[in-house]
T-cell receptor, first 115, second 115 residues
């Protein structure tokens, strides 16, 4: 079974803090993704990565950065957290874009509250 | 324009009955994949079923089946013999081949199964 884990289920931070959200997958997947989910807005892609040290912007990258130093780990960084970044953050991974199905498997999510 | 449309914000179904969750999509890419995910109140996105644009047969996976009507650009999820544990949010998503591994999600349908 594919296993995607996220470092925290719940996180509370203060405005202006630097926040790290960690995601680890154990299936040697090439692709990794970060989404945020907000009521009424659905899931929106923040950043994704097709390979180690590679990253591409998604639909809403502003205020975020990412790091992928190892294949199994993809970190989302909020350089200076703001209240409008309070949200549910979901990490996902998939085998690789050349595969026809390329199903994304998700972690349990991190509910981040910025006060 | 919305790429993925789920017109039913909420649905009710009696336990043991079948239910259909609607999804329509919009793409000009001839090669694409359609996915359904389930999100229980715990927050994790669980992959249910996949349909490729070139697949001749409708996908089935246990009690889940996908009613794929390519000309109408619809990919409805059918859940047979509903169970109380099926109560959750359900998301339809699409991956276009020319967009690599990126998924586009619909707004979701909240399904409630009544005993």
């Amino acid at each position: 079974d594919v296993k995607v884990t996220q470092s925290s289920r719940y996180l509370v931070k203060r405005t202006g803090e630097k926040v790290f959200l960690e995601c680890v997958q154990d299936m040697d997947h090439e692709n990794m993704f970060w989404y945020r989910q907000d009521p009424g807005l659905g899931l929106r892609l923040i950043y994704f990565s097709y390979d180690v040290k590679m990253k591409e912007k998604g639909d809403i990258p502003e205020g975020y950065s990412v790091s992928r130093e190892k294949k199994e780990r993809f970190s989302l960084i909020l350089e200076s957290a703001s209240t409008n970044q309070t949200s549910m953050y979901l990490c996902a991974s998939s085998l690789g874009r050349q595969r026809s199905t390329d199903t994304q498997y998700f972690g349990p999510g991190t509910r981040l509250t910025v006060l | 324009a919305q790429k993925i449309t789920q017109t039913q914000p909420g649905m009710f179904v009696q336990e043991k009955e079948a239910v259909t969750l609607d999804c329509t999509y919009d793409t000009s890419d001839p090669s694409y994949g359609l996915f359904w995910y389930k999100q229980p109140s715990s927050g994790e996105m669980i992959f249910l079923i996949y349909q490729g644009s070139y697949d001749q047969q409708n996908a089935t996976e246990g009690r889940y089946s996908l009613n794929f009507q390519k000309a109408r650009k619809s990919a409805n999820l059918v859940i047979s013999a509903s169970q109380l544990g099926d109560s959750a949010m359900y998301f339809c998503a699409m991956r276009e081949e020319n967009q690599g591994g990126k998924l586009i999600f619909g707004q979701g349908t909240e399904l409630s199964v009544k005993p």
